[in-house]
């Protein structure tokens, strides 16, 4: 290279300045085994034209147009880079024929290495390239035109041209859109060198190499292209800044980024220009796959914070071989190559082990803080607020479940496989978490009764159990031995708060029941209005409970209604001999049940299960014929299966007027028809009879 140093030190071919010792039109080199380099003396820069002028002159006539590099340029059957506007003009008669034969003949002449040194300043790479090749093959079959050019001189040339074909596919992502000309020239030159390497393979063994053939440039060019994707992928000051990232954060986002807007130019504009099989696609995204995956592995295998083993997982799952397919066009030539994932297997599960473990315990942390905070939100004794009339905790009613919501939707981002493994990890964290808010919910209840907003309080907390019902039965197969857990635990701490809330009132009930066996039944009428006014006015306070609660604390007060009435007749009070009497209070009991089920349902109780019992009862008051006593009691029994012996033995002493053995076949009648599978609710099992 240092001998064709004067060829670049000046000018566009690089002749140094002063005309003397100029190489003429005619004049050929004195010793052609000497260098270019050495035998080119120096010129005036004034008389460069003029000698490269006669030159031309002296090698051909060519067209002006001949080996213009344009990207309209096309490869010639006989592997030419001639436009295809550059065919000679038809001469005409004998003198046109004779002229275009000469101009042929003199065209066979190959140019000199200084005027392929032109066509590389001129960027015409493919010309040069084939000039070249020309001038290689006269040297090796020491041809006339041979004699003239020493390998040597070939050799530096073709650093040059190497030199500059490699910087321009060096740039292709650059040029594929500034210069597509420039970067097509040096592809042309590439495809040419490989073929004849190919050619020369094919006609000579391959013990029989020469020094400088095959040359491998298609080798080079893999060599070049890998390291083209290596910069860019490490040059991260093309690509903006973003504050919430951290350095390895920044990293992806940068190899990400360049990896796909690169690729894409490789569809749209490179891949066009290399022959098939060449994998022009392939190649290049196969080395920046293994530049993203060496850097990511590089990544897992250091000390990494939770928040990026989070974005490295997101990578290597979702990202990466999501994002890189939004693009039609990529998407299909990224299907051919399936470049696979960006980590190894064992070293992605012990990043998502690691990132498990670490969401379970922040998750379980949050939970732990929310808890903390709320309770004392209670001991601040203040009213909660009121959500669409109901009272709310928004901390558990909201913060608890998004909590762990949010933790299954980030980890479902990174694959379903891990969405499921942390649900299922949260779904068994969130009983132990419920066990707490139940301990500390009964805490409350104990210590703090004297609280202005104690029972306000009590109905959020139940509220709040909504949230966490709704969820589980969303979230939770039937099968699943955490969700009865859950619901258990809700149930407690519902019951609970139901028990408190019904305290004051059943216990204001209990005396004005006693009236109906105190009275035997005279004014029950008058009673039971009490007992419903007295119940309506607690009632009102019950409305602050979201509707589910607020129905079932309804229902809790209609059976309480029901069963105490059911309790003042089995006391034994009251006995009657005659039908008459009977029948009167079969229809006072009828009335009572009438208005107890009209006052229950108006207020919303859903429980009409326990409509008929009082009735039944009451029937089996007035009715007189022993098989149709025996009927009713088959009917009541087969309705509230949960009725024993002494439940019916202690209602029939009201019937004073039957005899002992009558009973018995009563009772034996019930013995015989008793259901064998268990109650869809209890009534009568909650009753004890003395």
């Known amino acids: 290279m240092m001998k064709m140093l004067p ?11 002063g005309s003397e010792g100029c190489i003429g039109p005619n004049r050929q080199f004195e010793n052609p085994s000497a260098s270019v380099a050495e035998q080119v003396p120096a010129c005036s820069e ?3 034209d003029e000698i490269w002028s006669r030159k031309q002159e002296k090698m051909s006539e060519r067209p002006a147009g001949a080996c213009r590099a344009s990207r309209a340029s096309s490869i010639t059957s006989n592997e030419s880079c001639i436009s295809a506007g550059d065919s000679p003009e038809k001469g005409r008669g004998i003198t046109g024929i004779l002229r275009n034969a000469f101009k042929k003949i003199k065209k066979t002449k190959p140019p000199s290495v200084k005027q392929v040194m032109v066509l590389i300043g001129e960027q015409k790479l493919c010309d040069a390239t084939q000039h070249l090749i020309t001038l290689e093959k006269n040297l090796s079959s020491k041809s006339e035109e041979g004699l003239n050019t020493s390998q040597e001189d070939i050799e530096s040339v073709y650093e040059v041209l190497k030199h500059k074909v490699f910087s321009v596919l060096k740039d292709s992502m650059l040029l594929a859109k500034t210069n597509p000309d420039l970067l097509q020239q040096a592809v042309e030159a590439l495809k040419e060198q490989d073929r004849e390497d190919q050619n020369y393979m094919s006609e000579n063994p391959p013990d029989q190499n020469k020094q400088f053939r095959p040359r491998k440039w298609k080798e080079l060019w893999m060599a070049t292209v890998k390291e ?5 992928m490490k040059d991260t000051s093309r690509t903006p800044i973003n504050e ?4 390895v954060g920044q990293n992806l986002l940068h190899m990400g980024k360049t990896m796909k807007e690169d690729l894409t130019v490789i569809v749209k504009y490179i891949k066009e220009l290399y022959p098939p099989e060449f994998n022009v696609f392939s190649i290049y995204a196969e080395f920046y796959h293994d530049y993203f995956a060496s850097q990511a592995k590089k990544s897992a295998e250091s000390h990494l914070e939770d928040k990026d083993i989070y974005l490295l997982l997101s990578w290597v799952h979702n990202i990466y071989p999501k994002d890189m397919r939004k693009d039609h066009a990529l998407a299909k030539e990224l299907d051919k190559v399936k470049l696979g994932s960006l980590l190894p297997s064992s070293l992605s599960k012990e990043l998502e082990k690691k990132y498990l473990d670490s969401e379970e315990v922040t998750v379980k942390n949050s939970l732990s803080k929310c808890l903390d905070k709320e309770t004392q939100r209670w001991k601040e004794d203040k009213e909660p607020e009121k959500l669409n009339g109901h009272f709310q905790s928004e901390l558990l009613g909201i913060f608890v479940i998004q909590s762990i919501y949010s933790g299954q939707k980030r980890a479902q981002d990174i694959s379903s496989a891990v969405g499921e493994e942390l649900t299922q990890r949260l779904l068994k964290e969130l009983p132990a ?9 009964e805490d409350f209840k104990e210590k703090s009764k004297k609280h202005t907003h104690y029972k306000p309080i009590l109905i959020a907390n139940i509220n709040n159990c909504w949230n966490f019902r709704e969820y589980t039965e969303k979230n939770m197969a039937e099968k699943d031995d955490g969700k009865a857990d859950i619901l258990s635990t809700l149930g407690d701490i519902e019951n609970s708060g139901f028990d408190v809330l019904l305290q004051q009132l059943f216990a204001q009930l209990k005396p004005m029941f006693k009236k109906f066996t105190e009275n035997k039944w005279d004014s029950s009428n008058e009673i039971m209005n009490e007992i419903i006014k007295t119940t309506s006015k607690h009632i009102s306070d019950f409305r602050t409970l979201r509707d589910p609660f607020y129905h079932a604390i309804v229902e809790k007060i209609h059976t309480r209604l029901v069963k105490e009435y059911i309790v003042r007749l ?4 009251v006995s009657l001999k005659t039908p008459a009497q009977q029948q009167t209070l079969a229809q006072q009991i009828s009335k009572n049940a009438a208005d107890l089920e009209a006052f229950c349902m108006s207020n919303g109780s859903q429980a009409t299960w326990l409509n008929s019992v009082l009735p039944k009862l009451a029937e089996i008051i007035r009715l007189q014929d022993l098989g149709a006593i025996k009927i009713e009691v088959a009917t009541l029994a087969t309705t509230y299966p949960d009725i024993r012996k002494r439940h019916l033995e202690a209602f029939l002493h009201i019937k004073a007027n039957l005899s002992r053995s009558e009973q018995k076949s009563i009772l034996g009648y019930l013995a ?10 209890m009534l009568f099992s909650n009753i004890n009879v003395s």
Do not use: H, M, W
Request: net charge positive; glycine share 4%; hydrophobic share 35%.
């Open 7 to 17: 060829f670049l030190q000046s000018g566009p071919i690089g002749i140094r300045s």
């Open 46 to 48: 004034s008389s460069v």
């Open 228 to 232: 083209s994707v290596e910069a860019r």
């Open 244 to 247: 919430n990232l951290s350095a």
């Open 433 to 441: 978490f419920l066990r707490s808010y139940r301990d500390a919910f």
């Open 570 to 573: 089995l006391k034994r009070k």
């Open 672 to 681: 015989d028809n008793k259901a064998s599978t268990p109650p869809r609710a």
